[in-house]
């Protein structure tokens, strides 16, 4: 099924911007900002929103959509005019709007901005008009010759607002020259260079593991994608510009040279990457989107973007590590030289020099995981070049993929690579080595939450049941799971390993009193699902079945004597949680605002 896009602006003016991406391949419908709202809160993300700015307060509605978890990793394009002041345009951009699109936008230029939020919509390869023969054209389905209108649509618009910032009065209106700007020439793509087929994913180890780096600071969290001008400025790249597009020569690839992202998952690759010490590049591509890693000995020791938004000065903006008027001056040095531009913010004085380094990891790490939620797009090897920026040395991978894991892959996401909730979990202690749990926790920069799962992850409750727990927070559990899977700290089995019976002295009573207990306890803690031990997707009968068991097995019939005389107060307490519990869950509307209730706490 086409991505869905969502046009935030008036029905009866947005007929023509509906019709042209229908036209482009994508589900798409207008609806109100209201609406939006109403949709995430449901948790029917669209795939993309496009907001008009003529029709909607762009200021308000980024603020609430930017506001709430789920709304913040939408992709927005915002779609109008320049008019009007540009400063407020930039304001918006930094509440987090992946792209501004001038209007009237042609159809090219539309193309590009959905392609890099959504990937592409499978639109059919161009036709030459001329002959009616196919023409040979990049995997994205657009010519060099349409790529090069939409880079000078895109480029055209960003200097416009950059001019009007800077307060100028005259502003060229022709297309851009690429190479005035000295944005390189868009590459030839090979019509062989997608992903193979017959690809493998076996894998090769050496015999001894990558030496152990040391761990850094923690990064930032936050993440965007961001507008097309990506070309000219240090932090980003254009795609590789060798012509060999396999591992260098004389090096035995881990994996195969090219794969699907359906196949492995970016985390799991980049472990198989560091467990084999790989050499080179990694490049990893959705659409219209790159990004390459550069290793070393399997480990990271750089990572560029060929999209804007992934610039290292931009990043610095939307940290508050520079400032407006910093940031103009930034663009302009970086742009008017070579080498490093982290070093060259650092002579100019707008970078302390004690904190280069851990501001160049933070940038690198944010490149690098923006990729793991992507579950279409292919990944390559390649060969490694040199790079000006070697901001990630001594940065584990290991810490990579926990951080990446924990702030970027939704539940469901990681549900799926886990293989389902009836898995049992079991934490192999052995794998921990160094420090044990403690040395492993404080490598991964667990919180004391996830440090507390260790212990209880022995293989005997599945996923299923560890996630019923009350205290359960179901993303960092699954996160932390699926982290020590692919680190190979955790098995998945799919069932228990029953240990050997060992007989004890019977005694009904202590039987009976412990099951009391533990139940009452149960209801006392509020978690009607767990008091009637079933899972928050049972039906109705599912909930009456439960309730009239455990009924059963607390009748005072089916107890000891003593136990029932003893207890006779706590067992009415626990007919009546019980009773409540089926009574809440049974009825759908109930229900309903039951779990909105959890949600909330």
Same mark, same amino acid.
């Given at each position: 099924?086409?991505?869905?896009?969502?046009?935030?602006?008036?029905?009866?003016?947005?007929?023509?911007?509906?019709?042209?991406?229908?036209?482009?391949?994508?589900?798409?419908?207008?609806?109100?900002?209201?609406?939006?709202?109403?949709?995430?809160?449901?948790?029917?993300?669209?795939?993309?929103?496009?907001?008009?700015?003529?029709?909607?307060?762009?200021?308000?509605?980024?603020?609430?959509?930017?506001?709430?978890?789920?709304?913040?990793?939408?992709?927005?394009?915002?779609?109008?005019?320049?008019? %009007?002041? /540009? +400063?407020?345009?930039? &304001?918006? #951009?930094? @509440?987090?709007?992946?792209?501004?699109?001038? !209007?009237? $936008?042609?159809?090219?230029?539309?193309?590009?901005?959905?392609?890099?939020?959504?990937?592409?919509?499978?639109?059919?390869?161009?036709?030459?008009?001329?002959?009616?023969?196919?023409?040979?054209?990049?995997?994205?389905?657009?010519?060099?010759?349409?790529?090069?209108?939409?880079?000078?649509?895109?480029?055209?618009?960003?200097?416009?607002?950059?001019?009007?910032?800077?307060?100028?009065?005259?502003?060229?209106?022709?297309?851009?020259?690429?190479?005035?700007?000295?944005?390189?020439?868009?590459?030839?793509?090979?019509?062989?260079? %997608?992903? /193979? +087929?017959?690809?493998? &994913?076996? #894998?090769? @180890?050496?015999?001894?593991?990558?030496?152990? !780096?040391? $761990?850094?600071?923690?990064?930032?969290?936050?993440?965007?994608?961001?507008?097309?001008?990506?070309?000219?400025?240090?932090?980003?790249?254009?795609?590789?510009?060798?012509?060999?597009?396999?591992?260098?020569?004389?090096?035995?690839?881990?994996?195969?040279?090219?794969?699907?992202?359906?196949?492995?998952?970016?985390?799991?690759?980049?472990?198989?990457?560091?467990?084999?010490?790989?050499?080179?590049?990694?490049?990893?591509?959705?659409?219209?989107?790159?990004?390459?890693?550069?290793?070393?000995?399997?480990?990271?020791?750089?990572?560029?973007?060929?999209?804007?938004?992934?610039?290292?000065?931009?990043?610095?903006?939307?940290?508050?590590?520079?400032?407006?008027?910093?940031?103009?001056?930034?663009?302009?040095?970086?742009?008017?030289?070579?080498?490093?531009?982290?070093?060259?913010?650092?002579?100019?004085?707008?970078?302390?020099?004690?904190?280069?380094?851990?501001?160049?990891?933070?940038?690198?790490?944010?490149?690098?995981?923006?990729?793991?939620?992507?579950?279409?797009?292919?990944?390559?090897?390649?060969?490694?070049?040199?790079?000006?920026?070697?901001?990630?040395?001594?940065?584990?991978?290991?810490?990579?993929?926990?951080?990446?894991?924990?702030?970027?892959?939704?539940?469901?996401?990681?549900?799926?690579?886990?293989?389902?909730?009836?898995?049992?979990?079991?934490?192999?202690?052995?794998?921990?080595?160094?420090?044990?749990?403690?040395?492993?926790?404080?490598?991964?920069?667990?919180?004391?939450?996830?440090?507390?799962?260790?212990?209880?992850?022995?293989?005997?409750?599945?996923?299923?049941?560890?996630?019923?727990?009350?205290?359960?927070?179901?993303?960092?559990?699954?996160?932390?799971?699926?982290?020590?899977?692919?680190?190979?700290?955790?098995?998945?089995?799919?069932?228990?390993?029953?240990?050997?019976?060992?007989?004890?002295?019977?005694?009904?009573?202590?039987?009976?009193?412990?099951?009391?207990?533990?139940?009452?306890?149960?209801?006392?803690?509020?978690?009607?699902?767990?008091?009637?031990?079933?899972?928050?997707?049972?039906?109705?009968?599912?909930?009456?079945?439960?309730?009239?068991?455990?009924?059963?097995?607390?009748?005072?019939?089916?107890?000891?004597?003593?136990?029932?005389?003893?207890?006779?107060?706590?067992?009415?307490?626990?007919?009546?949680?019980?009773?409540?519990?089926?009574?809440?869950?049974?009825?759908?509307?109930?229900?309903?605002?039951?779990?909105?209730?959890?949600?909330?706490?």
């Amino acid at each position: 099924m086409a991505p869905e896009v969502l046009i935030v602006g008036e029905a009866s003016r947005r007929a023509d911007l509906l019709e042209r991406i229908v036209g482009l391949g994508y589900e798409a419908a207008v609806c109100t900002r209201t609406a939006l709202e109403q949709r995430i809160a449901r948790v029917d993300v669209p795939g993309a929103v496009v907001v008009c700015t003529e029709d909607v307060d762009p200021r308000a509605l980024m603020t609430a959509l930017r506001a709430t978890r789920r709304g913040s990793g939408v992709p927005v394009t915002l779609y109008g005019p320049l008019g %009007g002041r /540009s +400063g407020d345009l930039a &304001d918006v #951009l930094d @509440l987090g709007a992946d792209h501004f699109l001038e !209007a009237p $936008a042609t159809d090219d230029a539309l193309a590009a901005a959905l392609d890099e939020l959504l990937g592409p919509s499978g639109r059919p390869a161009a036709t030459s008009a001329s002959s009616g023969s196919h023409l040979a054209v990049p995997s994205n389905g657009r010519s060099d010759a349409d790529t090069d209108i939409v880079m000078g649509q895109l480029h055209r618009t960003l200097d416009i607002l950059e001019a009007r910032l800077r307060d100028r009065e005259d502003v060229e209106s022709d297309e851009l020259d690429l190479d005035a700007l000295g944005v390189p020439a868009l590459p030839e793509v090979d019509e062989g260079s %997608g992903t /193979s +087929g017959a690809a493998s &994913d076996s #894998l090769e @180890l050496p015999s001894t593991s990558a030496p152990r !780096a040391r $761990a850094p600071a923690r990064r930032d969290r936050t993440e965007r994608l961001g507008h097309g001008e990506a070309r000219r400025e240090e932090g980003t790249s254009s795609r590789a510009t060798s012509t060999h597009d396999g591992p260098p020569s004389g090096v035995q690839p881990p994996v195969a040279e090219r794969g699907s992202l359906d196949r492995m998952e970016v985390p799991r690759l980049l472990w198989t990457l560091h467990r084999a010490r790989y050499s080179g590049s990694l490049v990893i591509e959705q659409g219209r989107v790159e990004k390459r890693l550069r290793w070393q000995d399997g480990e990271i020791t750089s990572a560029t973007s060929n999209v804007g938004h992934d610039r290292l000065i931009d990043g610095l903006l939307r940290r508050g590590l520079l400032t407006r008027e910093q940031y103009a001056h930034a663009r302009r040095l970086v742009a008017s030289g070579s080498g490093p531009s982290g070093a060259r913010l650092v002579e100019a004085g707008m970078l302390k020099p004690a904190e280069l380094s851990r501001v160049l990891r933070a940038h690198f790490i944010r490149i690098i995981d923006s990729t793991f939620p992507w579950t279409e797009g292919q990944w390559r090897l390649a060969p490694g070049e040199a790079s000006e920026e070697e901001g990630l040395a001594g940065t584990p991978v290991s810490l990579v993929v926990a951080e990446g894991v924990r702030h970027r892959m939704e539940s469901a996401q990681l549900l799926a690579l886990l293989g389902g909730v009836e898995l049992r979990p079991r934490f192999v202690v052995e794998s921990a080595t160094e420090g044990g749990t403690r040395g492993l926790a404080e490598r991964l920069l667990m919180s004391a939450s996830e440090e507390a799962w260790l212990g209880r992850l022995d293989g005997t409750a599945t996923l299923r049941e560890l996630l019923a727990r009350p205290e359960t927070d179901e993303l960092e559990l699954l996160g932390l799971v699926y982290t020590l899977h692919v680190l190979e700290h955790v098995e998945l089995a799919a069932q228990v390993e029953e240990p050997a019976a060992v007989a004890a002295p019977l005694d009904p009573v202590g039987l009976d009193m412990a099951r009391i207990d533990e139940r009452l306890q149960l209801g006392r803690e509020g978690d009607y699902f767990a008091v009637l031990g079933v899972p928050r997707d049972a039906a109705r009968l599912e909930v009456r079945r439960a309730h009239a068991d455990l009924l059963l097995t607390f009748d005072e019939a089916n107890l000891e004597r003593t136990v029932a005389q003893r207890l006779r107060a706590e067992l009415e307490e626990l007919r009546d949680l019980l009773d409540e519990a089926r009574d809440v869950l049974a009825d759908e509307g109930l229900r309903s605002a039951y779990l909105a209730q959890l949600e909330e706490e």
